[in-house]
């Protein structure tokens, strides 16, 4: 309830603010006063220090910036402050503003500061959002603060604008951050001659101007390695880069340079560089254990699996290494082997990943996220015939179960790596359209602004994807100065994320979110779909649940289908269209008090009375015993509102169901769980829901056995056999699940004979 009111303020202070489109003279005189500019600033500091800062935007998406202009840093193009007045909520584009910061910032919304230009004729707030790369769980010290935008820092603002703000005041502001641009001296000295400010900064401030380090008396290639070090550490790969590029020239037969500058190209994935970095090092010392390392990661990043493995052999066969190398080197080769092998057939270890969803384990990314090869199935991406857009298709007849995509995420944000308090204070607004999103969307934006910026290149394919009816999709690279567009950004994200969870209940454990890229391009249908996706980590795999015919649309359902219809409704209207799938269809036919009446009935049997018992993972929450009839009452009532309403089409009862199975077995009624279990399969065999019913197929045979109908639970073997070849392209997932059996077994829940699981071959 809290976080509803602070957005309905936050609606409110936007509303107010973009009524205001003119400023009054009193208004963009005070705001432009240096001295009562300096005094808000402090004010607004000190109050900061004292105030539980509860909600953070940590993005913005401003209408009137659509993309940003090119703007050549020469004078020509330099305007003064003074004529931002004629420019209020709207940018001057083409030009800049050379100006410089006066007092450290402080962080609430944006990255606040106040700057003058040489003239000292005027100051101005300045506001840049979407700055921060990393959210810590605490607030940032000033002293952290300075270190981003440490007092007199010489800036370029460019395409400038004054945003009038929720106070009735004036900013200086910028979404964009590629439009800021810090001034070397060199370049001020092009810029503004003479050098010289009217005004001098404030004593006060005097320790938070940042004095040019003394440089020590050691080598330039050395200096700019140490530098380029200390980058890397900190993750600012970009920069470290650039670091050892300094280095080159003073040493460019140097090959720890050459192998840390391949490391940094790595880790912002620009391949290329990486492999040529690397086999340059090799050039000088063909046995550089981190060289041969580096180069066989490009070429994985290239994905010239096949490439790396000759180079590898080669290494081995010609090379004499020490043991611990050797060692190296035939693990390099085993896994380059493991990733041909996935490239090309789509073999994955679907044993280990059904193990963890039986068990619901979470899946430990490790440092470097997961380790497998992406492969693409025989399928063409290219335009429908609906006027959908584009549609991914099939070229060759795909059998269900067969893998179509396994594809590892352009921008990914998990539960575990986002902390609490972000959690709690990340969200990210569209001031065009008043839309507030939760912090995985506005980390998975923060994340892509931030890959983009170390890697323009990697904009080629991100921008090709659908940004919504507004935005057309680019088919080409935009300009360098515009790689960042926040407006575009925000919308992709918007229709192309993969994701569970959303909205504002902190109470909902909200997964993840991420992108990949060409699966994106597969369209919608919320039940007549003939694929199903699941993710583990960074990676997504989609594969076919039906058999699909040469040129057929590949469709998955963007909605979980045991939701309301107007829930459904929902989430597609937000993508831009209506779903005319057999359950979209048979929905809309009902009237509406059918609709309302099941969601009553719905609610009523969530709100049924519950117990806790002990479970194989801990206590499990149940319905208590004089609730199941109840929940049965309310089973039947829903299935007469719409008699004659084939039973396919109950995907909404699958948790009542599910709850009503558990429930009937914790209190001993394994044939009555066995009855609800076995609905809930007929209601879901059609689905996209495919690893939802290798959970409910593991639990039917567990409801039997216990319940000794041993002849019953044998047909259940053929069963999870096709489903589990279904949900993971093998029946040795089977395996994984009937482990939850023996988990059950072991924890002393169940207590049928466990030679009962070989006798059934399983």
Not at 37 to 51: F, G, P, T, W, Y
Not at 361 to 380: K, Q
Not at 545 to 573: A, D, L, V
């Amino acid at each position: 309830m809290e976080v509803e009111v602070h957005i309905q303020k936050m609606k409110e202070m936007m509303d107010a603010a973009q009524s205001n489109q003119i400023a009054s003279d009193y208004t963009i005189r005070q705001y432009t006063d240096r001295n009562f500019l300096v005094k808000d600033h402090v004010e607004c500091a000190e109050r900061m220090k004292h105030m539980k800062a509860q909600y953070i935007v940590q993005h913005t998406v401003t209408p009137t910036l659509h993309s940003s202009f090119p703007v050549a840093l020469i004078p020509m193009n330099c305007i003064p402050l003074s004529q931002l007045d004629r420019h209020i909520n709207k940018p001057v584009k083409g030009k800049f503003i050379l100006c410089r910061t006066i007092v450290p910032p402080f962080k609430m919304n944006a990255l606040g500061t106040v700057v003058e230009d040489p003239s000292g004729t005027i100051a101005t707030r300045l506001s840049i959002y979407n700055f921060i790369k990393v959210v810590k769980k605490e607030a940032l010290s000033m002293e952290e603060l300075n270190d981003l935008l440490p007092v007199g820092t010489v800036l370029a603002i460019k395409n400038p604008w004054f945003k009038t703000t929720a106070d009735n005041g004036l900013s200086l502001r910028c979404d964009n951050p590629e439009e800021v641009v810090r001034i070397s001296d060199e370049l001020l000295a092009e810029l503004h001659p003479s050098g010289k400010w009217s005004n001098s900064i404030l004593e006060k401030y005097h320790t938070f101007i940042k004095k040019k380090p003394v440089e020590p008396k050691i080598p330039p290639a050395e200096l700019w390695r140490q530098q380029g070090n200390e980058f890397f550490v900190k993750k600012e790969y970009h920069e470290a880069a650039k670091s050892y590029t300094k280095a080159l020239p003073f040493s460019p037969d140097n090959v720890d340079v050459l192998t840390n500058r391949a490391a940094a190209y790595l880790n912002i994935e620009m391949y290329e560089l990486s492999l040529a970095d690397a086999s340059a090092a090799l050039l000088l010392d063909p046995t550089h254990v981190k060289a041969i390392f580096r180069k066989t990661k490009s070429l994985w990043g290239l994905k010239k699996y096949k490439e790396a493995l000759i180079f590898l052999t080669h290494q081995s066969t010609v090379k004499n290494f020490p043991p611990k190398s050797a060692k190296l080197l035939q693990s390099w080769t085993s896994t380059t082997k493991t990733f041909l092998t996935q490239s090309v057939e789509g073999k994955y270890p679907m044993k280990e990943i059904a193990t963890l969803d039986a068990t619901m384990l979470p899946l430990d990314l490790g440092p470097g996220g997961l380790g497998w090869a992406e492969y693409e199935g025989h399928i063409e991406i290219k335009d429908t015939e609906d006027e959908k857009g584009r549609g991914v298709f099939s070229t060759e007849p795909l059998e269900p179960g067969q893998l179509i995509f396994a594809s590892k995420a352009f921008a990914y944000v998990s539960f575990a790596e986002s902390n609490s308090k972000a959690r709690e204070t990340l969200f990210s607004i569209n001031t065009e359209n008043k839309l507030m999103k939760d912090f995985v969307s506005s980390e998975l934006i923060n994340a892509v602004v931030h890959k983009l910026r170390a890697n323009p290149e990697k904009g080629r394919e991100f921008y090709q994807l659908y940004a919504g009816p507004e935005l057309r999709s680019l088919n080409e690279l935009p300009r360098e100065d515009s790689v960042v567009d926040i407006r575009r950004i925000d919308a992709i994200c918007t229709y192309n994320t993969f994701g569970y969870g959303s909205g504002f209940d902190l109470s909902e454990k909200v997964r993840f979110g991420g992108i990949w890229l060409k699966p994106s391009f597969i369209n919608h249908s919320c039940y007549d779909c003939n694929a199903h996706w699941m993710t583990h980590g960074d990676f997504i795999f989609i594969r076919a649940f039906k058999y699909i015919h040469p040129g057929e649309e590949i469709t998955i359902s963007y909605c979980p289908i045991q939701s309301f219809y107007s829930e459904r409704k929902e989430i597609c209207n937000k993508f831009g269209f209506d779903c005319y799938c057999s359950l979209c269809v048979l929905d809309r036919a009902e009237p509406e008090f059918v609709h309302k009446k099941r969601k009553e009935l719905m609610e009523e049997a969530e709100s049924l009375p519950k117990m806790k018992i002990p479970g194989s993972q801990g206590t499990v929450e149940i319905l208590q015993l004089e609730s199941l009839e109840t929940l049965e009452a309310i089973v039947t009532k829903i299935e007469k509102l719409t008699l004659g309403r084939p039973l396919q089409y109950y995907p909404f009862l699958h948790h009542v169901l599910h709850a009503g199975a558990s429930s009937y077995f914790g209190h001993g009624n394994f044939m009555k769980s066995y009855e609800f279990l076995e609905k809930n399969w007929n209601i879901l065999k059609k689905s996209p829901l495919q690893k939802e019913l290798c959970g409910i197929s593991v639990n039917a045979m567990g409801s039997l056995l216990q319940a000794k109908q041993i002849g019953k639970a044998r047909k259940w073997v053929k069963v999870m056999e096709e489903v589990a070849l279904k949900a993971y392209g093998t029946q040795s997932a089977l395996g994984a699940y009937a482990n939850t059996l023996r988990m059950m077994l072991q924890a002393g829940i169940m207590d049928f004979s466990s030679v009962l699981l070989e006798d059934l071959e399983i």
